[in-house]
């Protein structure tokens, strides 16, 4: 699905990824964990071009995506959301889910009057959908609400909404359970599941949660230091004294 070769990116004289290269495959949901400082958000701005490599490539299935703009992954199915969530709080549940869509007709001034049919339907046909995804995720009572009303996990979920919008072909999730209580987490991690299984989901996700990622997650990659340093299933990964020095920091 998406391929990362021999990816360097230097700030100044610090090395944040050092000749990284990993394979996340289709349907699969992997966890890239490690310390603070160990790379995993620079890989995955790098991933979703908010910054350019000095070295390496990204390629989705074949096409080499590297350097390109993060609108522009968007349209190709590349979709990240983010540690503290970017919903319009001013927009209700409803209408953050029907703003994602690309390429609405009725963004275009001459089109609000030369194709207003064109326009009544696809807006039909993004509520349709919007009222889906919220009915998929057991928003239904938010429908309305305000999307800056909601809380923190809430949010989070709306975050999995928005990329239900637009069918992506890989979804990178930046903690996702960070400041969630329990039981949104435990929803949040069923919903992953849900969207991988019923709806074969591609999914990279950076978590320090081990518990959280043990019930969802296969392979596991760890990062120290910018680069790889392990990928394995979650009792490999706390079984190695290597994994166990750097990110657990502490033996058996």
Same mark, same amino acid.
């Given at each position: 699905m998406l391929s990362i070769s021999n990816i360097s990116k230097s700030f100044g004289g610090i090395k944040a990824l050092n000749n990284v290269s990993l394979n996340f495959e289709k349907g699969h949901i992997t966890a890239l964990i490690g310390p603070n400082g160990a790379g995993k958000t620079t890989l995955f701005n790098v991933i979703n071009g908010s910054l350019k490599p000095d070295a390496g490539k990204v390629c989705l299935n074949t096409?080499? #995506?590297?350097?390109? &703009?993060?609108?522009? +992954?968007?349209?190709?199915?590349?979709?990240?959301?983010?540690? #503290?969530?970017?919903?319009?709080? $001013? +927009?209700?549940?409803?209408?953050?889910?029907?703003?994602?869509?690309?390429?609405?007709?009725?963004?275009?001034?001459?089109?609000?009057? +030369?194709?207003?049919k064109e326009i009544k339907n696809q807006e039909l046909n993004n509520l349709k959908k919007a009222k889906e995804v919220i009915k998929f995720l057991s928003l239904d009572k938010l429908t309305y609400e305000y999307a800056g009303n909601l809380s923190g996990g809430q949010k989070k979920l709306l975050e999995l909404g928005r990329t239900m919008m637009v069918?992506?072909?890989?979804?990178?999730?930046?903690?996702?359970?960070?400041?969630?209580?329990?039981?949104?987490?435990?929803?949040?991690?069923?919903?992953?599941?849900?969207?991988?299984?019923?709806?074969n989901y591609t999914?990279?996700?950076?978590?320090?949660? +081990?518990?959280? #990622? $043990?019930?969802?997650?296969?392979?596991?990659?760890?990062?120290? &230091?910018?680069?790889?340093?392990?990928?394995?299933?979650?009792?490999?990964?706390?079984?190695?004294?290597?994994?166990?020095?750097v990110y657990l920091g502490k033996g058996n």
């Open positions: 096409e080499n #995506i590297t350097g390109l &703009e993060p609108h522009q +992954l968007f349209s190709k199915g590349v979709l990240r959301t983010f540690q #503290i969530s970017q919903e319009f709080q $001013s +927009l209700t549940v409803l209408d953050n889910l029907m703003m994602v869509p690309s390429n609405q007709i009725g963004e275009s001034i001459l089109n609000s009057w +030369l194709k207003l069918e992506p072909k890989i979804v990178l999730l930046d903690e996702v359970g960070a400041g969630v209580n329990k039981t949104l987490l435990k929803k949040i991690g069923d919903t992953i599941s849900r969207l991988n299984k019923e709806l999914f990279v996700m950076i978590e320090h949660d +081990l518990d959280f #990622i $043990s019930r969802l997650c296969n392979p596991i990659v760890v990062m120290a &230091e910018g680069s790889i340093l392990k990928i394995g299933k979650i009792n490999e990964i706390k079984n190695d004294h290597k994994v166990i020095e």
